[in-house]
């Protein structure tokens, strides 16, 4: 294993680093009592917009790390369980990949796959792509 630091993150999957090329991952959280989970996906860096230097005017944009170390889910329902308590939880890291689309393509898939499966807390799948940033390769 490498000498990532992946906060509670668990990785699956043979996954030993995070690609240089990896925006973001998809995850599965499970309720360990109940085998419930819930799929999702989070960016690895984010954008920040600073207002533009004296002068000139186009703002200044730079990447910082995003809190996915300890990030838990955009879930109203889950997030709210975990965080009153944390360890009833297992977290896990499923795949990385390299652009907004390829992450919400992989997340939808896993979803569809199990949305039938009555452990399964997705409900909705909500998907947007701008499908000519996959042509581009």
């Known amino acids: 294993m490498s000498n990532v630091d992946w906060g509670h993150w668990i990785p699956v999957n043979n996954i030993d680093s995070i690609p ?3 925006l973001g991952f ?3 959280i499970t309720e360990k009592d109940t085998n419930k989970f819930y799929i999702g996906c989070k960016q690895l860096y984010r954008t920040v917009k600073r207002p533009p230097l004296k002068g000139k005017k186009n703002k200044r944009h730079s990447v910082k790390d995003s809190d996915w170390r300890t990030y838990c889910s ?3 329902m889950i997030g709210e369980a975990i965080q009153t308590d944390e360890s009833k ?3 896990e890291l499923l795949s990385f990949h ?4 390829t992450l919400k393509i ?3 898939k896993i979803i569809i796959e199990n949305i039938y499966d009555k452990r399964c807390y997705n409900k909705v799948v909500n998907l947007r792509v701008n499908v000519s940033s996959l042509m581009k390769n």
């Open 106 to 108: 992989a997340e939808a």
């Open 74 to 76: 955009s879930s109203g």
């Open 26 to 28: 998809v995850y599965k």
């Open 20 to 22: 240089d090329d990896a």
């Open 98 to 101: 390299p652009s907004k689309s």
């Open 89 to 91: 939880y297992i977290f």
